[in-house]
């Protein structure tokens, strides 16, 4: 018995101290020192030994789980210590970390938002559709019939008969308006397509805010009251809006809001052409035909709509004179915002 316990303390301690992992600790000690471990197993027969044999094996067998017991915390100390600071040579812990280069917005993304962001401190909610959209909420229900001349205006990709991406963020408001009970009032920013040639103001891929606020005797009066007050929020108090008559399918009536020059105050420059203005978005009172397509009593209801260019705002927010620009992820480009 003691040869065979001598013989089972040789094999762990071959075993124990190559064990890989904590896992395989914690399996020898349950394999030897268990319950109904390799030692527990020998001293079964020890009621079958010479009672005068019996001190003997009792000191040896305490020897053999005392030894075992030992390697077991040893290794255990081992893994544990290793995992806790397994360094490459050199490693010098108590050196401040390296920061990581901090990601930023997109400056496209930062102004899209800073215009939600305006128009949700005057109690906007945000709203979003499809880039996929159909020939029916891209134009049919905003009241661009078949073979209308103002659909060539927005030279739309097709994906299928019927099928286009959105020319514009309008749809969106067809969206809303015939899931919901108005009163509204939402933005709804979004990518929009056309097929365009690319140049330093135009991109076949571009966003737009869209916004629209439907309510009981809406006016047009509070259209501009709105858009004057977002406008000096977005470039500060002293630039001036002007509203120039204008056409859209689904407004009526429509116009195109202009602002100051921010560049030059008014006073006229290369960015202006001269004339102290710029133009900056389509707006106008939600055409009744519109309300009727989405289910909505155009007796009781009022309201105004208004679209805005994001790289627009962005080219005169940041004085950038090439659109380009927002879409070749330039790093040194965009580093600087
Ligand atoms: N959807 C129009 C465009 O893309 C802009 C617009 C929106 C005009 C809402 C009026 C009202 O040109």
Redesign the pocket.
């Known amino acids: 018995m003691i040869e065979r316990l001598e013989a089972l303390l040789k094999e762990a301690e071959q075993s124990i101290p190559s064990a890989a992992d904590l896992k395989t600790v914690e399996e020898s000690r349950v394999k030897y020192l268990g319950k109904s471990g390799l030692v527990t197993e020998i001293l079964k027969g020890l009621s079958q030994v010479p009672a005068e044999m019996r001190p003997q094996i009792g000191k040896v067998s305490n020897e053999v789980k005392n030894r075992i017991a030992q390697l077991l915390e040893k290794k255990k100390e081992e893994l544990e210590s290793k995992g806790a600071l397994d360094l490459p040579a050199g490693w010098d812990p108590t050196l401040p970390g390296r920061t990581l280069p901090a990601g930023k917005m997109h400056p496209l993304t930062s102004v899209q938002k800073e215009i939600c962001d305006i128009f949700r401190s005057f109690g906007f909610d945000l709203a979003e559709g499809p880039d996929v959209e159909t020939d029916y909420y891209n134009f049919l229900a905003?009241n661009f019939p078949p073979d209308h001349p103002a659909r060539d205006a927005?030279d739309t990709f097709y994906l299928q008969n019927e099928i286009l991406m959105r020319?514009?963020?309008?749809p969106i408001?067809i969206r809303v308006m015939e899931k919901q009970k108005p009163p509204f009032k939402f933005v709804a920013p979004g990518r929009?397509y056309r097929n365009e040639a690319i140049d330093a103001t135009h991109h076949h891929i571009f966003h737009?805010v869209?916004?629209?606020l439907v309510d009981r005797g809406v006016h047009f009066g509070h259209l501009k009251g709105i858009l004057d007050s977002f406008i000096k929020k977005l470039f500060g108090s002293k630039v001036q809006t002007r509203f120039r008559p204008?056409f859209?399918p689904?407004?009526e009536p429509?116009a195109e809001m202009d602002i100051s020059c921010v560049f030059c105050e008014g006073k006229g420059c290369r960015i202006c052409k001269h004339s102290g203005w710029v133009e900056m978005?389509?707006?106008?009172m939600?055409d009744p035909a519109v309300f009727t397509n989405c289910g909505i009593d155009p007796e009781k209801w009022t309201g105004?709509?208004?679209?805005?260019?994001v790289e627009r705002i962005a080219l005169f927010k940041y004085d950038i004179d090439d659109i380009r620009l927002f879409y070749q992820n330039d790093l040194r480009f965009l580093k600087q915002f």
């Open positions: 905003l927005q020319t514009h963020t309008s408001q929009v737009q869209e916004g629209f204008s859209f689904f407004t429509s978005m389509g707006c106008g939600i105004f709509a208004f679209g805005m260019g």
